[in-house]
């Protein structure tokens, strides 16, 4: 029988034993899942600034510049009322500025002008209150130039029994 010293490393198969093998390195599986939890966490965190505070604001600028846009592709209400009124061919009852005034001139004694049904309907298409259309109603040609004011609108008219009415009304966005 023969004795070999303990020290003696035990040979097996030619590999070394654990206790003798070095400290395990992180393989490529293991440093990809660690790169893509710190990337995971970053996108997360950057999400989430981005989400409360950039958007938010660029979706006000947005808004406000698509508000505008679509405030500018509708039609005015003066528009819309003159078409639905189908008096937007009329010559005594003319849109300008854009859709944002309105001329009525109505039918005098010595003049031709609008029907008073299509002015009333056109004013009555604007909103128009009525003690506005009982201030308009009741002018007299001594009254001289007469004006009122109500929700984005204003207007001026004035009377004369050979003239007829002659009413202007101005829209202004908020």
Not at 3 to 23: V, W, Y
Not at 35 to 64: D, E, R, Y
Not at 153 to 159: E, I, L, N, P
Request: negative net charge; aromatic residues 4%; proline residues 6%.
């Amino acid at each position: 029988m023969s004795i070999e010293s303990t020290n003696a490393p035990a040979e097996t198969s030619g590999k070394a034993t654990t206790a003798d093998q070095p400290p395990a390195t992180p393989t490529s599986s293991n440093r990809a899942v660690a790169f893509g939890a710190v990337g995971l966490g970053i996108g997360l965190v950057l999400g989430l600034v981005i989400g409360l505070a950039v958007i938010p604001a660029i979706g006000s600028a947005i808004g406000s510049v698509a508000g505008g846009v679509v405030d500018a592709a509708q039609p005015s209400p003066i528009i819309a009322a003159t078409e639905a009124c189908e008096v937007e061919d009329s010559q005594y009852i003319v849109v300008g500025d854009e859709g944002t005034s309105v001329s009525m001139d109505s039918t005098g004694e010595e003049s031709k002008g609008a029907p008073y049904s299509d002015i009333l309907c056109v004013l009555d298409e604007l909103d128009t209150p009525d003690s506005v259309l009982n201030r308009i109603n009741s002018t007299r040609a001594l009254d001289g130039r007469q004006s009122a004011e109500w929700t984005n609108f204003s207007a001026s008219w004035g009377y004369h029994p050979n003239s007829g009415a002659n009413i202007i009304i101005d829209f202004t966005r908020d």
